[in-house]
Nanobody, 122 residues
Framework: QVQLVESGGGLVQAGDSLKLSCAAS??????MGWFRRAPGKEREFVAS????????SYADSMKGRFTISRDDAKNTLYLQMNVLKPEDTAVYYC?????????????????WGQGTQVTVSS
């Protein structure tokens, strides 16, 4: 049984940094990803990392500001977010899938966390 639990969200000001965590169980060597959903918008790809951590993929608007990483010894996925903008305000979700490489499509991930709210004030 795969379980994903996000944490680390909160209210910050524009320009601040925030680090999200996703505690994962039952999904060793899974491909992992972060997605987000802003109010009134579709779920959007943020970043993905392959099972070994050697490969990553980012949405264009996050490149250079966000960093995805994983610590398999701790069974934890991370998303370091720097220079946050008000448009980064969203619920951020951790997702996982067995096999394959990193993937930008939400429907490629069968396992999801409950989400953590990130609010960036201007």
């Amino acid at each position: 049984q795969v379980q994903l639990v996000e944490s680390g969200g909160g209210l910050v000001q524009a320009g601040d940094s925030l680090k999200l965590s996703c505690a994962a169980s039952g999904c060793t060597y899974c491909v992992m990803g972060w997605f987000r959903r802003a109010p009134g918008k579709e779920r959007e790809f943020v970043a993905s990392i392959n099972w070994s951590g050697s490969g990553t993929s980012y949405a264009d608007s996050m490149k250079g500001r966000f960093t995805i990483s994983r610590d398999d010894a701790k069974n934890t996925l991370y998303l370091q977010m720097n220079v946050l903008k008000p448009e980064d305000t969203a619920v951020y979700y951790c997702a996982a899938r067995y096999g394959g490489n990193f993937n930008t499509r939400p429907d490629a991930y069968p396992y999801w966390g409950q989400g953590t709210q990130v609010t960036v004030s201007s």
